[in-house]
């Protein structure tokens, strides 16, 4: 069982940066491909970003590329997605998603993914 926790989702304008934190606890986290997906209201959830449990490997969603980077801290239980240049698109919340064994084709989907966190807001005004 892991359990995870989301932090440092809030309001920030247009152009600006937030570096959202996921903290994992429970047993071998760094067996974990980690995940990060969104929601936004009456939208399906769509994925974002995922590192292996290496973090050798990262992948991104198109609409993020460039702007946003995941990275993880394995000795911290904890995995990170630094969000630059935010756009009022960027606007949900914010999740992150545990699993084991998840194939790269199947990184995108969120039904590879275990265990997930409460969730933290992102807000952008433009």
């Known amino acids: 069982q892991v359990q995870l926790v989301e932090s440092g989702g809030g309001l920030v304008q247009a152009g600006g940066s937030l570096r959202l934190s996921c903290v994992a606890s429970g047993r071998s986290f760094s067996s974990y491909t980690m995940g990060w997906f969104r929601q936004a209201p009456g939208k399906d959830r769509e994925f974002v970003a995922a590192i292996t449990w290496s973090g050798d490997s990262t992948y991104f969603a198109d609409s993020v590329k460039g702007r946003f980077t995941i990275s993880r801290d394995n000795a911290e239980n904890t995995v990170y997605l630094q969000m630059n240049s935010l756009k009022p698109e960027d606007q949900a919340i914010y999740y992150c998603?545990?699993?084991?064994?998840?194939?790269?084709?199947?990184?995108?989907?969120?039904?590879?993914?275990?265990?997930w966190g409460q969730g933290t807001q992102v807000t952008v005004s433009s």
């Open positions: 998603a545990a699993g084991l064994l998840v194939v790269e084709r199947a990184l995108s989907r969120s039904n590879s993914y275990l265990y």
